[in-house]
């Protein structure tokens, strides 16, 4: 038996210890995948956001930034929906924002603004010229990655150029 003044030996701290670590790892690796799909949860809600956005713009302004918008690359409303910059004389949200579809941007979780096939996350808008043509995409993280996952879109290359997984149509 043990003498109540006694106190715990070095190899029983010791065991302890990792028990702690060995308990508190599991729980991280598990907290991670639980991240990414709250990520990927606003992922999908912001996409849902940005439809209605471009609905109630098409009922007002009767287009979806289309074509000589000034939004997007080449002002063509297609792209990037975030980006500033280069062929980007402004960005779609500036001009949802603008119109007063939104108060303030929506970009997704991570920061992402513009992204290219290895290098992160964000939304992107392409309209066909059809009067349902009309697409969103985002990179969903939890989802796998897969070659087909635009086709039938506006993008059908948005999968394997840009690893977006993810779309809705707007109408």
């Known amino acids: 038996m043990r003498d109540k003044n006694q106190g715990f030996t070095l190899i029983?701290?010791?065991?302890?210890i990792?028990?702690?670590?060995?308990?508190?790892?599991?729980?991280?690796?598990?907290?991670?995948?639980?991240?990414?799909?709250?990520?990927?949860?606003?992922?999908m809600h912001d996409l849902s956001q940005i439809r209605?956005?471009?609905?109630?713009?098409?009922?007002?302004?009767?287009?979806?930034?289309?074509?000589?918008?000034?939004?997007?690359?080449?002002?063509?409303?297609?792209?990037?929906?975030?980006?500033?910059?280069?062929?980007?004389?402004k960005a779609i949200v500036d001009c949802l924002i603008e119109a007063g579809f939104f108060a303030t941007e929506i970009i997704d979780p991570t920061g992402g603004r513009t992204s290219s096939p290895t290098s992160g996350f964000t939304y992107m808008k392409y309209h066909c010229g059809t009067p349902t043509g009309v697409y969103i995409y985002a990179k969903l993280e939890t989802e796998p990655q897969d070659s087909t996952a635009t086709d039938g879109t506006c993008c059908p290359v948005c999968d394997s150029n840009y690893g977006m997984n993810y779309y809705l149509q707007v109408q």
């Open 18 to 43: 990792a028990v702690i670590g060995l308990l508190s790892s599991i729980v991280l690796v598990s907290l991670q995948g639980v991240k990414g799909k709250a990520r990927d949860a606003r992922r």
């Open 52 to 89: 209605t956005a471009l609905i109630l713009y098409n009922d007002a302004y009767g287009n979806w930034i289309e074509t000589g918008s000034g939004c997007g690359y080449a002002g063509n409303g297609n792209g990037w929906f975030n980006y500033r910059g280069g062929s980007y004389s």
């Open 12 to 16: 029983e701290l010791l065991v302890v």
